[in-house]
T-cell receptor, first 113, second 113 residues
Framework: KAGVTQTPRYLIKTRGQQVTLSCSPISGHRSVSWYQQTPGQGLQFLFEYFSETQRNKGNFPGRFSGRQFSNSRSEMNVSTLELGDSALYLC????????????FGPGTRLTVL | GENVEQHPSTLSVQEGDSAVIKCTYSDSASNYFPWYKQELGKGPQLIIDIRSNVGEKKDQRIAVTLNKTAKHFSLHITETQPEDSAVYFCAASLPWGNEKLTFGTGTRLTIIP
């Protein structure tokens, strides 16, 4: 079974621009969560989508948004990029079972110049 | 909200010796505690997990223990090998419907040949 895939793997943007990252979950998984990983703040939860609906949201500004499509693929968007948005953005998918297991993709490394 | 503390931040052990990483959590409602291993340039990989109705779980050289009363859980790696060198993260999650993971700050484990 293929794992979680994320595209692109690397991205360089400048301040003020916006960016869209994509995540394809494991086949059959309907839940997709996004996390931001930085050296200073560690791994922080951004939001979770389940069946095209945002179910949980972390403490990030409104510049961070996401959506999920009917095939469970998810995108996250960051508008008006700031230098502090430079991070590894990780996507995790979870099955419908009440098992909580979340499987992560390789991440997208975003650098904001 | 949930807060997870992890110690130590770095750990070096001789190959063949055991390694122990400890975490504490704050929210007694948390019921799922996974451990992830992250190698350079990769996303976190789930290596073992434990639920609040179990006190200990073992998978070959890896074991996790949970003390609900004290709200702490630990990862034990026995007979360490060079390929165990990585950053390890503990996490905690609430029950179904709010499964966002709250991560510890990570432990960089180095196995000395």
């Amino acid at each position: 079974k293929a794992g979680v895939t994320q595209t692109p793997r690397y991205l360089i943007k400048t301040r003020g621009q916006q960016v869209t990252l994509s995540c394809s979950p494991i086949s059959g998984h309907r839940s997709v969560s996004w996390y931001q990983q930085t050296p200073g703040q560690g791994l922080q939860f951004l939001f979770e989508y389940f069946s095209e609906t945002q179910r949980n949201k972390g403490n990030f500004p409104g510049r961070f948004s996401g959506r999920q499509f009917s095939n469970s693929r998810s995108e996250m968007n960051v508008s008006t990029l700031e230098l502090g948005d430079s991070a590894l953005y990780l996507c995790a998918s979870r099955s419908d079972r009440v098992d909580n297991e979340q499987f992560f993709g390789p991440g997208t490394r975003l650098t904001v110049l | 909200g949930e807060n997870v503390e992890q110690h130590p931040s770095t750990l070096s052990v001789q190959e063949g010796d055991s390694a122990v990483i400890k975490c504490t959590y704050s929210d007694s409602a948390s019921n799922y505690f996974p451990w992830y291993k992250q190698e350079l340039g990769k996303g976190p990989q789930l290596i073992i997990d434990i639920r609040s109705n179990v006190g200990e779980k073992k998978d070959q050289r890896i074991a996790v223990t949970l003390n609900k009363t004290a709200k702490h859980f630990s990862l034990h790696i026995t007979e360490t090998q060079p390929e165990d060198s990585a950053v390890y993260f503990c996490a905690a999650s609430l029950p179904w419907g709010n499964e966002k993971l709250t991560f510890g700050t990570g432990t960089r484990l180095t196995i000395i040949p």
